[in-house]
């Protein structure tokens, strides 16, 4: 059974940093593109980063702030965050697509089968 468990969440000052992380247990998801998302009370949720290799894709809202890595040893993703603003709280999900390979449209929730529970980040002003 598939499972990710994202940890790293909390609350931290603008301007502050946060490192997410995203384990993953019951496949191996070395080539598979992974996402992270966020989602705040009554919008859609919403792209943030994903990556499938080294090099990482990025909503323009996190460009330059942002960066998504992986460690297949760990079979876990991460998301450093950093100069972050209120504009970031929010829940953010770890997610992993139901096959390998390379996914053109990365950036929609809908390519997506499997979800974290989600993490808080709480960014205050």
């Known amino acids: 059974q598939v499972q990710l468990v994202e940890s790293g969440g909390g609350l931290v000052l603008a301007g502050g940093s946060l490192t997410l992380s995203c384990a993953a247990s019951?496949?191996?998801?070395?080539?598979?593109?992974m996402g992270w998302f966020r989602q705040t009370p009554g919008k859609e949720r919403e792209f943030v980063a994903a990556?499938?290799?080294?090099?990482?894709s990025y909503a323009e809202s996190v460009k330059g702030r942002f960066t998504i890595s992986r460690d297949n040893a760990k079979n876990t993703v991460y998301l450093q965050m950093n100069s972050l603003k209120p504009e970031d709280t929010a829940v953010y999900y770890c997610?992993?697509?139901?096959?390998?390979?390379?996914?053109?449209?990365?950036?929609?929730?809908?390519?997506?089968?499997?979800w974290g529970q989600g993490t808080q980040v709480t960014v205050s002003s």
């Open positions: 019951g496949r191996t998801f070395s080539d598979y593109h």
């Open positions: 997610a992993a697509p139901g096959r390998a390979g390379y996914l053109s449209r990365y950036a929609s929730q809908h390519e997506y089968t499997y």
């Open positions: 990556i499938r290799w080294s090099g990482g």
